[in-house]
Nanobody, 117 residues
Framework: QVQLVESGGGLVQPGGSLRLSCAAS????????MSWYRQAPGKERELVAS????????GYANSVKGRFTISRDNAQNTVYLQMNSLKPEDTAVYFC??????????WGQGTQVTVSS
């Protein structure tokens, strides 16, 4: 059974930081590309950051470049999203997603991030 379980969301003030985690099981994590997406109320889901299976390459949305960092620990089957200098417009539900070598896609249930004073 495939599971992606996000954690680490919460309420933070503008300028603050949060670290999201996504624990994976039920598929070959170390061979899968991983991504973080987010969806704000009334908006479409958007890609935030991606990382290759080895962790050797990453990519970011322009809106978070320089503030967010995606990383992974293949020994722990976990992907992370370090979010710094948070802004109110970063408020959204954040989802992790996996794409396996066979192009199977899996999603987590999401974790709420709220940036507000």
């Amino acid at each position: 059974q495939v599971q992606l379980v996000e954690s680490g969301g919460g309420l933070v003030q503008p300028g603050g930081s949060l670290r999201l985690s996504c624990a994976a099981s039920g598929f070959t994590f170390s061979r899968s590309a991983m991504s973080w997406y987010r969806q704000a109320p009334g908006k479409e889901r958007e890609l935030v950051a991606s990382i290759t299976s080895s962790g050797g390459s990453t990519g970011y949305a322009n809106s978070v470049k320089g503030r967010f960092t995606i990383s992974r620990d293949n020994a722990q089957n976990t992907v992370y999203l370090q979010m710094n200098s948070l802004k109110p417009e970063d408020t959204a539900v954040y989802f992790c997603a996996a794409v396996t070598p066979l192009a199977q896609a899996y999603w987590g249930q999401g974790t709420q991030v709220t940036v507000s004073s």
